[in-house]
């Protein structure tokens, strides 16, 4: 189902108005008053010359990271050398800004940082071999600091095979979102270990016109969970639940993920944690998996880290990207594989929950648990019961019985759980800083919506 994009950004500002329900947390947060302004119209997809040649250019164009002023672009080619044509939006269409030529692929991938863009500003671009083509890329550059409207944006996770369609991506493509974060399972390489396996299965899921379709229409933010090295990865000895990983498959791993999907290099540890601004919307992308160590499952480092922009973050939204939950997840299932997401590290976890009520306007987005759902933090009476995770996905994986397990106890879903989606879906977001808003959607296969909430910052 194709929906007016005009018509549903309308819709959230009179949804919001009407439904928020929260006051803000924080007294100085601003009080919701006027609904902020939608970005500014683009022309229609750009036609781009030559002809598209999907196996020279085998699963489309990447766009990663994208700051203010550029973003970086990744595809894979059979060709020796390749050119990159970057368009711009104008009042009446696109405008070539910028040609690269003679761009030559280590291993078969191509990646590029484009520089000195226009800020809030809508970019195409396609890389050519000759008078032949790979598929297009749109992407906007972000809101500059000081920036004020609406920022629309997109989340999903774990593409696995229980649904090979991944529909709901090409639904959530459909809206131009400003960037979509990808929480982890992009692909799901288990038993994969050399760089030729790794790379099999990141073409294997590129070739899936659903996430084709999302690429060709968003820049992405990434972060990864086990699934794109092995199945509950540990450096240490595996057991019956853990992969043991070398330190020189996790290399390897690390090398293709980072060729596959364009990203920045962060500012400490393994460079996969780090901070991408959108004016009004600050995100934190954390690695939830790569630093684990006993009885942490991300390094101190990171969490200093986290704490540390948390509080000096200016934007009226920060997202808490994650690939695992930090929800406490007790009432529902006790301690059942509580060492695979916060839960399980009480002292991180305690230290991370401090911050999240100390700040305004925290959400936390996450993937990996199967299910869609809108919940507490916290169950009643502790410190983040007024503080909301959003769980995104699964766009194609095994869907987990949330309400048959919260049956075994007896008592069906707990109150904390205010929404549930056993369902193949993927996230659209509106965050309103005039309201103080963030809307989501949870979006299906066939595009509707299978649940809808709005939450104050
Ligand atoms: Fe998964």
Redesign the pocket.
């Known amino acids: 189902m194709q929906r007016d994009r005009r018509q549903f950004l309308a819709s959230v500002g009179a949804l919001a108005a009407a439904t928020a329900c929260d006051e803000p947390a924080n007294p100085a947060a601003p009080k919701p008053s006027e609904p902020a302004p939608d970005r500014s119209p683009e022309p229609a997809p750009w036609a781009a010359p030559g002809t598209l040649d999907s196996l020279a250019f085998p699963g489309g164009v990447r766009a990663g990271d994208a700051t203010s002023d550029g973003a970086i672009l990744s595809v894979r080619t059979t060709e020796p050398t390749i050119d990159l044509l970057v368009m711009v939006a104008a009042a009446d269409g696109w405008e070539e800004v910028a040609r690269h030529d003679g761009l030559t692929p280590v291993e078969g991938n191509v990646q590029f940082e484009l520089e000195a863009l226009a800020s809030d500003s809508a970019y195409a671009a396609v890389f050519l071999a000759g008078d032949r083509r790979s598929a297009t890329v749109r992407f906007r550059t972000a809101i500059p600091s000081g920036g004020w409207r609406k920022v629309v944006f997109a989340a999903t996770s ?1 593409l ?1 095979s229980a649904d090979p369609s991944w529909a709901s991506l090409a639904e959530i493509a459909s809206f131009d979102p400003d960037f979509t974060l990808l929480l982890g ?1 992009t692909v799901y390489a288990d038993g994969s270990l050399t760089a030729e396996d790794y790379r099999a299965e990141w073409e294997r899921a590129f070739a899936n016109e659903s996430l084709q379709a999302l690429f060709a229409r968003s820049s992405l933010i990434a972060t990864w ?1 086990d ?1 794109e090295v092995a199945n509950n990865w540990v450096r240490s000895e595996g057991d019956l639940l853990h992969t043991a990983v070398t330190d020189e498959q996790l290399a390897t791993a690390t090398t293709v993920f980072r060729d596959a999907l364009p990203m920045r290099v962060g500012p400490g540890g393994n460079g996969l944690w780090r901070k991408l601004g959108w004016g009004v919307v600050d995100v934190f992308v954390l690695d939830s998996r790569g630093e684990r160590s006993k009885g942490k499952i991300v390094s101190d480092e990171q969490l200093a880290w986290l704490q540390e922009e948390l509080h000096a973050s200016e934007a009226a939204f920060k997202i808490i990207m994650a690939s695992v939950h930090v929800t406490d997840h007790y009432d529902l299932m006790s301690t059942g594989a509580a060492d695979d997401r916060w839960q399980g590290y009480p002292a991180q976890r305690d230290a991370l929950i401090a911050a999240i009520v100390e700040v305004a306007g925290v959400f936390v987005v996450t993937g ?1 648990m ?1 299910y869609g759902g809108v919940q507490r933090i916290d169950p009643e009476g502790g410190p983040a019961a007024d503080r909301w995770e959003i769980a995104a996905g ?1 766009a194609g ?1 095994s869907l987990f019985p949330l309400s048959a397990v919260a049956q075994i106890g007896g008592d069906g879903v707990p109150a904390q759980y205010d929404a549930v989606i056993e369902d193949w879906t993927s996230c659209l977001f509106v965050a309103d800083p005039g309201l103080g808003t963030l809307t989501v959607q949870f979006i299906g296969n066939d595009g509707g919506i299978r649940a809808e909430r709005t939450l104050s910052a």
């Open positions: 774990c696995g399972d969970d699934h990996d199967h699964p994986s």
